[in-house]
């Protein structure tokens, strides 16, 4: 018996048509007609087609139909086979189906309008989620604009499997083009993927987002963490109902502000300083920027150095050292105490940046308390600051702003691309 099935793959692999067949996987009725290669090319052409007579599957409903015509010949990229560019030709056939009349029947091996096979179209979006399109359209020997169709197409393909929308969000705005330019990222903060880009910060930027989605799907939405900026708090206030206790300002953005407090104390203070031939400051920007407890030892000594002295930048690096505190406490009463007593220590200080971060913090500080309703932070979403700095370097060379947005969804929305 094994020698029959031997003697008949031999006898099989005489025939280049049927090995063809067996290559591509075909099943009936559909054959390969006839193979051609082109060896100073290093091309292989395949033609396909079905049997006469045979019915095709209607891509509604998937009924077995009667071929009604032929549309004129297609081609599609397939897998190299050894080193030959291999194209599949067929004539696209059209079936008569009773429910949904004349429709382009399913082809066997691609999906419908592309240019590609399902194999290709797979290996390439692998190879893109690992790779910038420059070298692959090199290794792949394929066109720019063919290897963004491919990326696009899978976006598309993503975002249209996509059935819920999350009830946890966070919103940030993202600079590129060297901080030119800026776009809104709206993250899905459970799968940690980007689930909206806008082309700008504005809160028509975000208006665009919440405009997709029902006012059942909107009422669903439990929280949404974001930077204290007002384009985003108007536009989250006018569309989520309850907004007021949904609201989260993320904890590292108000750290942030508060770092970039005590910078601009120590900016003033070492200018005075440095006028009056004192250098004790200079070149310590960074000692101020770490909390005490994660500060390196090589800068310890002088650190300490530093905050036994009198000046202004030592008091401003406490103030923040005491708020940082604020995200531990066990409730929100709590929190709520620590920042009133924090609050009058600043406001009857001398010291101005600080007075006015806790100018702004007052502002927003229920929003900011709400941490202790949601627990939720942006921390997730700060690793896609070093990805995107990537996927410009990748979206780079056309110079089209949907690019940008096609390659984030692709490398960071944690669709489901592949055919
Ligand atoms: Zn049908």
């Known amino acids: 018996m094994g020698i029959f099935i031997l003697l008949f793959i031999i006898f099989a692999m005489q025939d280049a048509e049927q090995l063809y067949s067996e290559l591509l996987g075909l099943k009936n009725p559909w054959r390969v007609e006839s193979v051609s290669l082109d060896s100073n090319d290093k091309v292989v052409e395949v033609f396909i087609a079905h049997d006469r007579g045979a019915k095709l599957p209607c891509p509604e409903c998937r009924r077995e139909c009667m071929v009604y015509d032929h549309l004129r010949e297609r081609v599609w990229r397939d897998l190299d086979s050894i080193g030959f560019k291999t194209f599949i030709h067929a004539r696209s056939p059209r079936i008569q189906c009773p429910e949904h009349g004349i429709r382009e029947a399913v082809m066997p091996l691609s999906e419908k309008r592309s240019?590609?096979?399902?194999?290709?179209?797979?290996?390439?979006?692998?190879?893109?989620?690992?790779?910038?399109?420059?070298?692959?359209?090199?290794?792949?020997?394929?066109?720019?604009s063919r290897a963004w169709n491919i990326i696009d197409h899978a976006v598309k393909r993503g975002l249209s499997r996509k059935t819920?929308?999350?009830?946890?969000?966070?919103?940030?705005?993202?600079?590129?083009?060297?901080?030119?330019?800026?776009?809104?990222?709206?993250?899905?903060?459970?799968?940690?993927?980007?689930?909206?880009?806008?082309?700008?910060?504005?809160?028509?930027?975000?208006?665009?987002?919440?405009?997709?989605?029902?006012?059942?799907?909107?009422?669903?939405?439990?929280?949404?963490?974001?930077?204290?900026?007002?384009?985003?708090?108007?536009?989250?206030?006018?569309?989520?109902?309850?907004?007021h206790s949904k609201i989260v300002f993320d904890r590292f953005h108000v750290m942030r502000h508060v770092n970039e407090a005590v910078d601009a104390v120590r900016k003033e203070e070492n200018r005075e300083l440095v006028k009056k031939g004192i250098m004790d400051l200079k070149g310590s920007r960074y000692i101020w920027l770490y909390s005490g407890d994660r500060l390196p030892e090589r800068y310890r000594e002088r650190y300490n150095e530093l905050r036994n002295s009198d000046l202004r930048t030592g008091k401003?690096?406490?103030?923040?050292?005491?708020i940082r505190n604020l995200w531990n406490l066990p409730s929100m009463e709590d929190a709520m105490d620590y920042w009133k007593r924090w609050?009058?220590?600043?406001?009857?200080?001398?010291?101005?940046?600080?007075?006015?971060?806790?100018?702004?913090?007052?502002?927003?500080?229920?929003?900011?308390?709400?941490?202790?309703?949601?627990?939720?932070?942006?921390?997730?979403?700060e690793g896609i600051n070093s990805k995107i700095a990537l996927i410009e370097k990748m979206a780079y060379g056309f110079r089209n702003r949907g690019h940008l947005k096609t390659a984030i969804y692709f490398k960071c929305g944690n669709l489901e691309l592949y055919p």
């Open 343 to 381: 609050h009058s220590w600043i406001v009857h200080s001398s010291i101005d940046a600080m007075k006015k971060v806790a100018k702004m913090m007052r502002m927003h500080i229920d929003k900011i308390l709400n941490y202790f309703i949601h627990r939720i932070t942006n921390a997730k979403a």
């Open 115 to 144: 240019r590609f096979t399902l194999r290709f179209e797979s290996r390439s979006i692998r190879m893109l989620q690992n790779m910038d399109v420059e070298n692959f359209t090199r290794v792949m020997d394929i066109s720019w």
């Open 316 to 322: 401003a690096y406490s103030m923040k050292e005491n």
């Open 164 to 243: 819920s929308r999350p009830r946890i969000i966070g919103v940030d705005d993202k600079s590129y083009r060297k901080g030119h330019k800026y776009i809104t990222l709206v993250m899905d903060m459970e799968n940690s993927g980007v689930e909206f880009i806008s082309m700008d910060r504005r809160k028509s930027s975000l208006d665009e987002y919440y405009k997709t989605m029902s006012d059942d799907e909107l009422s669903r939405i439990d929280a949404v963490s974001m930077d204290m900026w007002d384009p985003y708090i108007s536009s989250t206030l006018e569309h989520v109902p309850q907004a």
